[in-house]
Nanobody, 121 residues
Framework: QMQVEESGGGLVQAGESLRLSCTAS????????MAWFRQAPGKERERVSC???????AYLDSVKGRFTISRGNAKNTRYLQMNSLEPEDTTMYYC???????????????WGQGTQVTVSS
């Protein structure tokens, strides 16, 4: 059974950093994509970042240059390093996994429970 678990959220001041972790268990292959989504109250869900099966990254325009997604040393773990955080980044962040492997194919079927990121001004 697939499970996705996030960690690393918290409360920081504007300009500070956080690193989110996402670990997936129950995968049947290594050819998967992992992405971070967020959805602020009253706004549409947006994909913040994604990393494909071959480590190709993709970013939302508003986080380019501030956020970095990477493979972790632990199996099936990916990180989202978030630097220069802004109050507008405040919301729940969700990790999702797609067995299609590409960030450009819809198919993120497996989701975590989310981790809260709060950035104070």
């Amino acid at each position: 059974q697939m499970q996705v678990e996030e960690s690393g959220g918290g409360l920081v001041q504007a300009g500070e950093s956080l690193r989110l972790s996402c670990t997936a268990s129950g995968l049947t292959s290594d050819d998967y994509a992992m992405a971070w989504f967020r959805q602020a109250p009253g706004k549409e869900r947006e994909r913040v970042s994604c990393i494909s099966w071959n480590d190709e990254p993709a970013y939302l325009d508003s986080v380019k240059g501030r956020f970095t997604i990477s493979r972790g040393n632990a199996k099936n773990t990916r990180y989202l390093q978030m630097n220069s955080l802004e109050p507008e980044d405040t919301t729940m962040y969700y990790c999702a996994v797609s067995e299609y492997g590409s960030c450009y194919i819809s198919g993120f079927r497996y989701w975590g429970q989310g981790t809260q990121v709060t950035v104070s001004s």
